[in-house]
């Protein structure tokens, strides 16, 4: 409560804090660092006397904030050399990042990252960047072209930029009493409205004075939708970045709202053109809600019926758990600002996991089944897409100080791509069998191992990861909580069935 409520704070909350207040130096600035406010802290210091500010953290602030400054202005002469590069007829727009500094000239609200654009030639960028020494480090996903890298320099391309809204089947579903049955049935979708290159260009802004005067982001309304679209994909994307060292929700980006909404450019009227437009309701209640909640105050057109400290609504922005599952999951709004935000031990508490019990030698919990065999215990409790489960059997052990699980997964139709998820909340991983060209991908954190078989009938694949990395030196007497997943795709990439099992792995003690 006490790091939460100087973050908030600091990103320009109006509540006073107590001028005796206590804190970790280093565990402050490092939350500030996590969430781009060093230049918004500092600026308030200068507004404001404050006691509770010591040497260490003034510094600490400074270096932070000038650490920023020098990627802010590297990047800022990276697109302008871009731009140079690039044939005359081809344009580039930046999105996010330093944009909401470009047109607010404010050195307060400077926040680093990569360099997000889009283009009216995508083909001559990329050109352009590896003529001029980037390394593609991403290959093309989604609405991204790819990632390009030179001396700690990131251009990430994008075809469009995605606004995300739940369907009207999702808004409408019931995602809050998912504990009251065992098969939860589901396959919602998240539907994408694309902004694109022309959108953007229609409403182009440059900043004010060398060398910001040639950067180009777009106004003030829209790049308002962009942040909200962003953060709202963040929020309910729980599979993608539970396990990540990053803020749910970062201060700086609500922040960023607030400095927008008096540009002397933004418009109510248009910020909600934009926003039936861009179908993005969704995306700015929720930026709304959180603002309410966090902040107190709202900087968005729109009604919203919370006060400061308020849960945000689950049954109004419930969250993805992977592909196409959900779940209204009640969020306290500090709880959104730090990382390791989600306990997985809380989620599978609440969507009610199966409970697999190793036995008194702790060497194997015994085989568990998603369809009924001899000898094998049903997994009872599982999300499906197609209203029955993929044929798979798992199995749990303790070796070595490690946790060891074995899934065996039946080869029941022909399928372009299957893929496996083990989610421990704080680390996560994504087994992938591509079936044309016989290749097989780890994703997410490194600190999995696998191995993988395969025969005429099943896969087998065995994934390990030690035990201290979640703080446990032996299973006797802890509880492990986990997420498992398996999803199969057609030839044109779309998902044709797919499984998600909770499941809580606990020991007897002797």
């Keep these: 409560m006490l790091y939460s409520s100087i973050l908030k704070w600091a990103a320009g909350s109006k509540t006073k804090l107590d001028p005796n207040i206590n804190y970790d130096t280093r565990k402050l600035l490092e939350l500030v660092d996590l969430h781009n406010l060093s230049g918004r802290f500092l600026f308030r210091i200068q507004k404001e006397k404050i006691n509770w500010i010591t040497p260490q953290l003034l510094k600490g602030l400074k270096d932070l904030h000038i650490d920023t400054r020098k990627k802010v202005m590297r990047n800022i002469r990276a697109f302008n050399e871009l731009k140079d590069m690039l044939p005359k007829k081809t344009q580039i727009i930046l999105i996010k990042g330093v944009s909401t500094y470009i047109l607010c000239n404010q050195e307060e609200v400077m926040r680093a990252g990569d360099i997000d654009i889009l283009s009216n030639d995508t083909s001559s960028v990329v050109r352009a960047l590896v003529n001029a020494g980037y390394q593609q480090t991403k290959a093309p996903f989604l609405h991204e072209i790819g990632e390009y890298s030179k001396d700690g320099i990131e251009f990430d391309i994008h075809d469009h930029f995605p606004v995300y809204s739940y369907s009207s089947e999702l808004r409408n579903a019931d995602l809050i009493s998912l504990n009251k049955v065992n098969i939860r049935h589901q396959s919602y979708s998240f539907a994408?409205?694309?902004?694109?290159?022309?959108?953007?260009?229609?409403?182009?802004?440059?900043?004010?004075?060398?060398?910001?005067?040639?950067?180009?982001?777009?106004?003030?309304?829209?790049?308002?939708?962009?942040?909200?679209?962003?953060?709202?994909?963040?929020?309910?994307?729980?599979?993608?970045?539970?396990?990540?060292?990053?803020?749910?929700?970062?201060?700086?980006?609500?922040?960023?709202?607030?400095?927008?909404?008096?540009?002397?450019?933004?418009?109510?009227?248009?910020?909600?053109?934009?926003?039936?437009?861009?179908?993005?309701?969704?995306?700015?209640?929720?930026?709304?809600?959180?603002?309410m909640s966090l902040f107190g105050e709202n900087p968005l057109p729109v009604n919203i019926n919370l006060k400061k400290g308020d849960l945000i609504p689950a049954s109004r922005f419930p969250r993805c758990l992977w592909w196409n599952f959900w779940v209204g999951l009640p969020a306290k709004p500090d709880d959104l600002l730090f990382t390791n935000w989600m306990s997985i031990d809380k989620l599978t508490d609440y969507i009610e996991a199966n409970e697999v019990v190793f036995g008194n030698d702790l060497k194997s919990s015994g085989w568990?089944?998603?369809?009924?065999?001899?000898?094998?215990?049903?997994?009872?409790?599982?999300?499906?897409?197609?209203?029955?489960?993929?044929?798979?059997?798992?199995?749990?052990?303790?070796?070595?100080?490690?946790?060891?699980?074995?899934?065996?997964?039946?080869?029941?139709?022909?399928?372009?791509?299957?893929?496996?998820?083990?989610?421990?909340?704080?680390?996560?991983?994504?087994?992938?069998?591509?079936?044309?060209?016989?290749?097989?991908?780890?994703?997410?954190?490194?600190?999995?191992?696998?191995?993988?078989?395969?025969?005429?009938?099943?896969?087998?694949?065995?994934?390990?990861?030690?035990?201290?990395?979640?703080?446990?030196?032996?299973?006797?007497?802890?509880?492990?909580?986990?997420?498992?997943?398996?999803?199969?795709?057609?030839?044109?990439g779309k998902i044709v069935a797919s499984n998600l099992f909770p499941i809580q792995l606990s020991s007897m003690k002797i």
């Design 192 to 291: 994408s409205q694309p902004i694109a290159f022309s959108d953007l260009g229609r409403h182009a802004h440059h900043g004010k004075q060398p060398p910001l005067d040639s950067v180009v982001v777009t106004d003030p309304n829209l790049l308002a939708i962009i942040i909200c679209a962003h953060a709202f994909m963040n929020y309910t994307n729980m599979w993608s970045i539970s396990h990540r060292k990053k803020a749910y929700v970062r201060l700086s980006e609500i922040a960023d709202l607030f400095s927008l909404s008096k540009h002397a450019d933004f418009d109510t009227k248009k910020l909600l053109k934009y926003t039936r437009r861009y179908h993005a309701q969704d995306s700015v209640e929720w930026a709304a809600s959180v603002s």
């Design 368 to 492: 568990y089944s998603s369809m009924s065999k001899e000898n094998l215990t049903m997994l009872k409790r599982y999300f499906t897409m197609n209203g029955k489960p993929i044929l798979i059997s798992l199995n749990f052990r303790h070796a070595k100080k490690s946790l060891v699980i074995e899934i065996n997964i039946e080869r029941t139709m022909k399928t372009s791509i299957d893929r496996v998820r083990v989610d421990l909340g704080k680390y996560a991983t994504e087994w992938e069998l591509d079936n044309i060209e016989k290749k097989v991908k780890m994703t997410g954190d490194k600190e999995f191992t696998s191995s993988y078989k395969q025969s005429s009938r099943e896969y087998k694949i065995v994934f390990k990861i030690d035990l201290g990395k979640l703080e446990i030196d032996d299973m006797l007497g802890h509880q492990v909580s986990l997420l498992i997943g398996v999803a199969k795709h057609d030839n044109a």
